[in-house]
């Protein structure tokens, strides 16, 4: 089946500090790979994703790239502010499946 | 654009009793989806649709009745409330099942 794996947070960092989420998958088949942000008392929101291998996909200072042969899709960010404070989730889609796959999300607390 | 809209916002209820949470999307979107949301969970879904008059059960089902009859609207229908569906629920839409999904607010439910 298809699965997704995030690190456990929370992570704490300071204002200004590097920041970096990890996410591996299991899919079976060609996954399209996402990650999503969800700010305290709101619904998800699409940061960014990547469709095939090598990709990267950037928003909002955000970058993660797909990298197919060792199945991550890690989220890094290289000067987090205290607005970015949220939950983030890892998440892929497979063709033919009904959905997306969520990982259980990572909660990211930045400090100024 | 309003994107997709839920209501209530917030709803408590006593155990046996019945209840419908609303959502509508006006993006025209064929996809459709239930998520609940629980702490060291991350989102698991309910049930889905691929267009109107078609509906099909997601990983936590039992306890939840949808319909689809309209492309805007995907209403959820919790038949006799428990404890144990006491969660953040999240509906979202899309073009198709593997494109970014667009998520609502939330509805949170406590069921005593």
């Known amino acids: 089946g298809n699965s997704v794996t995030q690190m456990e947070g929370p992570v704490t960092l300071s204002e200004e500090a590097f920041l970096t989420i990890n996410c591996t998958y299991t899919?079976?088949?060609?996954?399209?790979l996402f990650w999503y942000v969800q700010y305290p008392g709101e619904g998800l929101q699409l940061l960014l994703k990547?469709?095939?291998?090598?990709d990267k996909g950037s928003n909002k200072g955000f970058e993660a790239t797909y990298r197919k042969e060792t199945t991550s899709f890690h989220l890094e960010k290289g000067s987090v502010q205290v607005s970015d404070s949220a939950v983030y989730f890892c998440?892929?889609?497979?063709?033919?499946?009904?959905?997306?796959?969520f990982g259980k999300g990572t909660m990211l607390l930045v400090s100024p | 654009n309003a994107g997709v809209t839920q209501t209530p916002k917030f709803q408590v209820l006593k155990t046996g009793q019945s209840m419908t949470l609303q959502c509508a999307q006006d993006?025209?979107?064929?996809?459709m989806s239930w998520y609940r949301q629980d702490p060291g969970m991350g989102l698991r879904l309910i049930h889905y649709?691929?267009?109107?008059?078609?509906?099909d059960q997601g990983e936590v089902p039992n306890g939840y009745n949808v319909s689809r009859s309209t492309t805007e609207d995907f209403p959820l229908r919790l038949l006799s409330a428990a404890p144990s569906q006491t969660s953040v629920y999240f509906c979202?839409?899309?073009?198709?099942?593997?494109?970014?999904?667009?998520f609502g607010p939330g509805t949170r439910l406590t069921v005593l």
């Open positions: 979202a839409s899309s073009y198709s099942r593997d494109n970014e999904q667009f």
């Open positions: 899919a079976t088949g060609y996954p399209s």
């Open positions: 990547a469709t095939k291998a090598d």
């Open positions: 998440a892929l889609s497979v063709i033919g499946y009904s959905t997306l796959t």
């Open positions: 993006m025209n979107h064929e996809y």
């Open positions: 649709s691929v267009g109107a008059g078609i509906t």
